[in-house]
């Protein structure tokens, strides 16, 4: 009767132990792709988000220069400007990054440099922005540049052309 014995306990024991250490080397092999996924829609979101107040910073931009106003700045190049950067969301505060904001009249009829006079076209421009990613990818790991503008057809004023402090901004 000794051929009836229960089977031996033994197999089972050694299968756990050939596993342990296991569960933190598959939480890492999960956690690292699922932690850069989640950095590059944060990337690309951020990058659109940034792309979009740009854009929407130098309309309004663009609205301010085609009714002759020069509220802040002493001339009406420098009012731009600053209407730009306070339409920006806080992104155009550093000195690098006011820097990117451009301003030019354009002649229609000659398609040159003009002033700010009636009938000429203003281009607001924000040109080469600078973006550093979140994520820490190897071959991503360079800045992305933004760029956004806006053109509009400068009304008639009421009065005299206000100054410019550099007419070819560009």
């Known amino acids: 009767m000794a051929d009836r014995s229960l089977p031996e306990v033994a197999p089972r024991a050694n299968r756990t132990t050939r596993q342990r250490g296991s569960e933190p080397v598959e939480a890492t092999l999960i956690a690292i792709p699922m932690l850069l996924m989640t950095f590059l829609m944060l990337d690309v979101s951020m990058v659109i988000f940034i792309r979009t107040t740009m854009q929407e910073a130098v309309r309004e931009g663009a609205r301010y220069a085609i009714t002759g106003q020069n509220a802040t700045g002493p001339c009406q190049?420098?009012?731009i400007k600053t209407t730009v950067k306070n339409h920006?969301?806080?992104?155009?505060?550093?000195?690098?990054?006011?820097a990117t904001v451009?301003?030019?009249?354009?002649?229609?009829?000659?398609g040159g440099q003009g002033t700010n006079a009636p009938g000429n076209i203003v281009n607001v421009k924000i040109e080469g922005y600078k973006y550093s990613t979140l994520a820490p990818f190897q071959r991503l790991n360079y800045p992305l540049y933004v760029f956004a503008t806006a053109s509009d057809l400068i009304e008639p004023y009421t009065g005299a052309a206000p100054c410019l402090t550099n007419s070819t901004d560009q």
């Open 77 to 79: 190049d420098d009012s």
């Open 88 to 98: 920006a969301l806080g992104f155009l505060h550093g000195t690098a990054a006011a």
């Open 102 to 110: 451009h301003v030019q009249f354009v002649n229609p009829s000659t």
